[in-house]
């Protein structure tokens, strides 16, 4: 196994530096929010930017229309994409993060599991190398919502016809696409073991028409089952 050691600007620079964020100065700055955000990991916003003017730009940051959670983390998932060699394993499942309850609305969170708190789901897919057990990265990610699971106005056939849940596998999937080099063959399985598919990725299966993506898992509702 190897291993690349980088200073924290030099890895700022390589996650970040490529973001597509409008323009270049937004780029920049991205980098060093990045830089200080990794020298003092624990600590509050305020507090890894000492500097008020600096504060100030890393807030303004945020509020572009342009600066997306995609559009920060797509650099590091196309990293990870061309490092593929050999057979890769893509451990994928969706983590719910919980900011509590209160009224206060917070832009970009929405109800989370019990309906009481706020919140989102962060589906990743980490890709590993299958022989060695490197780990090379995460190779697709997507932020999404919980959907109410019943809504009384639905018959039996819209229920039917509603967007499931795990279709995110299935994009997130397809977000990885084809590796950019050699073939890759992934095996895809959830946190609980509740179910696994064998994908190909290669070139040669996109083109005869082989599905890419992940089989449906079977439904459930317990917390961390795919539904």
């Known amino acids: 196994m190897s291993f690349l050691v980088l200073d924290v600007a030099q890895w700022a620079q390589k996650q970040f530096g490529s973001c597509r964020l409008g323009n270049i100065a937004r780029s920049r700055r991205a980098v060093k929010v990045a830089v200080q955000f990794a020298s003092n990991p624990d600590a509050s916003t305020p507090d890894q930017i000492e500097r008020w003017s600096d504060l100030k730009a890393a807030y303004h940051l945020f509020d572009q229309e342009a600066v997306t959670f995609t559009a920060l983390a797509e650099p590091h998932w196309q990293q990870t994409r061309a490092l593929a060699t050999g057979t890769c394993l893509l451990i994928s499942d969706t983590t719910e993060t919980d900011f509590g309850g209160g009224r206060r ?3 970009g969170l929405k109800r989370t599991l019990n309906g009481n708190n706020q919140g989102f789901l962060l589906h990743s897919s980490l890709m590993v190398q299958a022989e060695t057990r490197e780990v090379i ?34 994009r997130v999937i397809d977000l ?33 028409g082989h599905p890419r993506r992940a089989t449906a898992p079977a439904r459930g509702n317990s917390r961390g089952t795919p539904r």
Request: proline fraction near 4%.
């Open 137 to 170: 990265g995460i190779a697709g990610q997507e932020l999404f919502y919980r959907q109410p699971r019943k809504n009384p106005a639905e018959n039996s056939l819209q229920r039917t016809q509603r967007a499931r849940e795990s279709e995110v596998w299935g």
């Open 105 to 107: 609305h917070v832009e």
């Open 176 to 208: 990885v696409g084809v590796p950019a080099v050699g073939d890759v063959s992934a095996r895809v399985r959830s946190r609980g073991g509740q179910y696994g598919s064998l994908l190909s990725l290669s070139r040669t299966a996109v083109r005869v």
